[in-house]
């Protein structure tokens, strides 16, 4: 299945580019797991030709797909409540995974979330299950949406046409850029929860020592 899927990506960008880049990572974040690792490097590598504005287009066009879709998702999760346990179209064994990092996590899981495979693909139908505040859904998965699109593009723009020639090379390439990625935005949230949870202890001016 996951064969066909990225074969069902690459076909998408290769014809209709950066529609088709929108379109498959719309559909990743509606539990239909079109796979990133394909269509964002595919889309930047389309792109290296035409300079970084065009690798900037392809960073927007996923982190909108993921957006959009990820709003569909956390409406459906919403619209069916805190019992929805997955539907036909999702696989159950992920569908529970994104479940309980949702629910060990909290809302800071929506933004981590969308810095891991399989989970980020989920993470949204669990956050409108259990009434997260929709800004607060919208920004995190914005954000970190934005930071795996660039990753991943950014992989397919260094290595442009060498992308079609060293295989299995450019997903370890991908996947130690994403790791990287990954590990900085964790310490910077970790610093701002930090600072935050620091911020709300510290005594209102003029009240109890």
């Known amino acids: 299945m996951s064969g066909i899927l990225g074969t069902l990506a690459h076909v998408m960008v290769s014809r209709y580019g950066l529609a088709g880049v929108f379109a498959a990572m719309t559909l990743e974040s509606v539990g239909i797991p079109l796979p990133s690792e394909v269509t964002m490097p595919l889309g930047a590598f389309a792109a290296a030709s ?3 504005l ?13 957006l959009v879709g990820s709003l569909c998702g956390y409406a ?3 619209a069916i409540g805190r019992g929805w346990r997955g539907a036909a179209w ?5 569908w529970d995974a994104a479940h309980a990092w949702f629910v060990r996590r909290g809302g800071g899981a929506v933004f981590v979330g969308r810095l891991l495979p399989v989970v980020r693909t989920y993470i949204s139908f669990p956050a409108g299950a259990a009434g997260m505040p929709l800004p607060r859904f919208t920004a995190y998965t914005v954000v970190g949406s934005a930071i795996w699109c660039a990753a991943l593009a950014a992989a397919g723009y260094a290595l442009g046409s060498a992308w079609t020639r060293i295989g299995g090379a450019f997903v370890w390439f991908t996947a130690i ?14 610093l701002w929860w930090r ?14 020592a």
């Open 177 to 190: 850029t994403v790791a990287a990625l990954v590990v900085a935005a964790a310490a910077v949230a970790v």
């Open 50 to 52: 035409r300079g970084p």
């Open 90 to 94: 999702l696989d159950r064994g992920h």
């Open 195 to 208: 600072r935050r949870n620091a911020a709300g202890r510290r005594p209102a001016p003029g009240g109890p």
């Open 76 to 78: 459906i999760g919403a």
């Open 54 to 66: 065009a690798l900037i287009l392809v960073v927007a066009a996923g982190t909108v797909g993921n």
